[in-house]
């Protein structure tokens, strides 16, 4: 499911040329690159929070462009997912593998408030 999603994704950074130069070249932006644009996104989460939105409101520019912290959740998830299409990390299955091993976490493991 996220795999396929991740594949749709990537299919569409790469037509908009994401991952050419404009003479056509492949270019890649490198992993800690890309974690540093991920960790962005929540950023911009953060300040549509401070600038007083609700984490559900969705609202538009005048150009017609979403905006609000779904939207930035958004951002980050499809930043992921191109990564992981990029990366051919199968997602799928690694959600899978971690989702298994919660469900054997004791209740609030190591103690931690959050």
Request: charged share 35%.
């Amino acid at each position: 499911m996220l795999n396929a999603l991740a594949k749709e994704v990537h299919d569409l950074a790469v037509e908009k040329g994401w991952y050419h130069t404009d003479a056509g070249d492949r270019i890649s932006r490198g992993l800690p690159e890309v974690i540093c644009l991920m960790h962005s996104e929540l950023s911009e989460a953060l300040e549509e929070f401070r600038n007083r939105h609700a984490a559900t409101e969705v609202y538009f520019r005048e150009d017609g462009k979403p905006e609000g912290i779904p939207i930035e959740f958004a951002d980050l998830i499809i930043r992921v997912l191109d990564t992981c299409a990029e990366e051919n990390i199968d997602i799928d299955e690694a959600v899978r593998i971690k989702h298994e091993f919660n469900k054997t976490r004791s209740r609030r493991h190591g103690g931690k408030r959050a």
